[in-house]
């Protein structure tokens, strides 16, 4: 079992930057890929960014690519997704999951999920 927490999420005003970070505990973190996908209101959920187990590999969504960028700790079990030049559309939970397998960008590759941490990005 692997738990996530997620924290870092709160309103900001567009063109403004957020961190998030996600907790891992449980089994050893550095052996998982990890992911963040985003839920905005009334969609369904999406992919955001992944990274491999070593950080060598990293996949971003066209959405964000330029804006955002993921990255690990393998010493802190931590994963982070940097936020820049944020823009309204970019509301939404974000939740961050993790692989056992491989990096990937859909769901059903990720076995573990965090309960998600909210952002606001106001106009």
């Known amino acids: 079992q692997v738990q996530l927490v997620e924290s870092g999420g709160r309103l900001v005003q567009a063109g403004g930057s957020l961190r998030l970070s996600c907790v891992a505990s449980?089994?050893?973190?550095?052996?998982?890929?990890m992911g963040w996908f985003r839920q905005a209101p009334g969609k369904e959920r999406e992919f955001v960014a992944a990274?491999?187990?070593?950080?060598?590999?990293?996949l971003h969504a066209d959405s964000i690519k330029g804006r955002f960028i993921i990255s690990r700790d393998n010493a802190k079990n931590t994963v982070y997704l940097q936020m820049n030049t944020l823009k309204p559309e970019d509301t939404a939970v974000y939740y961050c999951?993790?692989?056992?397998?491989?990096?990937?960008?859909?769901?059903?590759?990720?076995?573990?999920w965090g309960q998600g941490t909210q952002v606001t990005v106001s106009s």
């Open positions: 449980g089994r050893t973190f550095s052996s998982f890929a």
């Open positions: 990274i491999s187990w070593s950080g060598g590999m990293t």
């Open positions: 999951a993790a692989d056992p397998k491989t990096i990937g960008g859909q769901e059903y590759e990720y076995d573990y």
